[in-house]
């Protein structure tokens, strides 16, 4: 563990609150890293290693990861790239509770991509992406209804997506699919980027929401979180 300044303890107690914090410092609040199938996103099938880093400012209702908003070991930057380096897999994810909270993610980050990487973050769309490093693949959520946690998104992040980027939608209901395609339609969402739309796990049937995507007549991809079919991590 490194030693902290009181700066780094202030920061650390702003992310403990829930709260982003700026201060730059070499290490990162970290839950774990692990190597698995991507579940999710575009990337879903392949060989990834995930970081997840510790702490989420939402509370989502239905979150599968919880573990993730207390505690984390204070790791330095240095010793998660040496870790994935071993790992030896080019792709990587960072992850959360909500990466976006430390600062740091930047510099780890964009040290990754200029190891040649391939780097995708998870974000929860409730904190500012426009600092992130344009060599990142942006997977972007906006909270539903259901989530409790609607009043977070900040609509402002959709203008900052790449093409290439993903908007997801966890749905929990047909309310939240009704409400989803609203707010597709409300911010242009599918003129920014790719769109997923994914059941709450266990929850929503996911023929019904096949058959609702495919109703609807849009561009709309249906993410299933393969590695809880598979159930590894
Ligand atoms: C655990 S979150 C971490 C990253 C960030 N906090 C966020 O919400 O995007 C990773 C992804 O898992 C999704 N997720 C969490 N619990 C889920 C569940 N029970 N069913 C389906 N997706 C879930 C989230 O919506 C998010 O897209
Ligand atoms: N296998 C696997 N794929 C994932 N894709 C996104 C995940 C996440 O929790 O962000 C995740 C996860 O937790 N496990
Ligand atoms: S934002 Fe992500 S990590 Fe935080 S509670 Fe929601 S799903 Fe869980
Ligand atoms: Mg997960």
Redesign the pocket.
Known sequence: MASTTPAERAADHAIERGRPEREERSWLRLTEIFFSIQG?SSFAGLPCTFV?LSR?N?R?T????TY?FKGGERTEIDAIIARLDEIGCKVVEI?????LLQRPVHTLMTRLCDLGYTVLI????SLDISPIDPRVHV???L?APG?GEVDKNLYANIAHLKASDEV?I?LQDRADFDWAIATLEEHDVLNHAHVIF??????LNSHELANWILESGQQIRLGL?IHKFLDVE
Not at 198 to 203: L, M
């Open positions: 999710e997840r989420c939402l989502c239905w979150c599968d990861t993730s992850t959360g509770g909500e990466p998870e974000t929860s769309g997977i972007m959520d909270k989530s997801k966890v994914s059941p709450v796990h266990g929850e979180q």
